[in-house]
């Protein structure tokens, strides 16, 4: 199983709504990706968590609040967004390098987020 | 932020071979990693180095030099399932991943 499964796949919400997005993957892999990807953009580094732990924040505005509750699951809690975080989010996960390699990312379909 | 270039866009013809150039400026490099995107959908994985040199994977090849600071991607005998963007990803330390702006590239008949 190489697969990354997100919900929902489409996703419209007001600036005073709460929303949740979810990815999941059972490849056994220690680190997860949320990435944010605009139109005709590549995909933007948003965090990265490392053995559920989060690793990386990229500055990311505190309304986007990133949450691993096991190793199989990413969970991206949204709260009081602006229309312009209207864009694609990614999933992706993939193993841990080691000193002698390092791993792909596996990316899940996305959620279209529309914000209004 | 990471300095990554790509060429915008290209054309080749089917059957024919294409070279796909990527640059990078970047510290604590930990490999470059080559996705493929049709509009609308994720990123799949085509190829990855970390080394200097070639590695080949079927249609797909890529090349890197890390003291040039420069990869490419090769796709022979192409084919119009391959008219996508193409993405290189510069890896940093501790799961950093940072992507070009990609490559679309349009097969013609």
């Known amino acids: 199983d190489t697969e990354v499964t997100q919900t929902p796949k489409h996703l419209v919400m007001g600036m005073t709504n709460k929303k949740s997005l979810k990815c999941e993957q059972h490849?056994?892999?220690?680190?997860m990706y949320w990435y944010k990807q605009k139109a005709k953009k590549p995909p933007e580094l948003m965090f990265v968590y490392s053995y559920e732990k989060l690793s990386i924040n990229e500055s990311v505005p505190s309304r986007f609040s990133p949450e691993c509750p096991n190793s199989s699951l990413l969970n991206l809690h949204l709260h009081a967004l602006q229309p312009e975080d209207s864009a694609l989010y990614l999933c992706a996960s993939s193993q841990e390098k080691t000193r002698q390699k390092s791993y792909e990312q596996y990316f899940g379909p996305g959620t279209r987020l529309t914000v209004t | 932020g990471q300095n990554i270039d790509q060429p915008t866009e290209m054309t080749a013809t089917e059957g024919a071979i294409v070279q796909i150039n990527c640059t990078y400026q970047t510290s604590g490099f930990n490999g470059l990693f080559w996705y493929q995107q049709h509009a609308g959908e994720a990123p799949t994985f085509l190829s990855y180095?970390?080394?200097?040199g070639l590695e080949e994977k079927g249609r797909f090849s890529s090349f890197l030099s890390r003291s040039k600071g420069y990869s490419y991607l090769l796709l022979k005998e192409l084919q119009m399932k391959d008219s996508a963007s193409y993405l290189c990803a510069v890896r940093r330390n501790f799961n950093k991943f940072y992507f070009g702006s990609g490559t679309k590239l349009n097969v013609k008949p």
């Open positions: 490849m056994g892999h220690r680190a």
């Open positions: 180095n970390v080394l200097d």
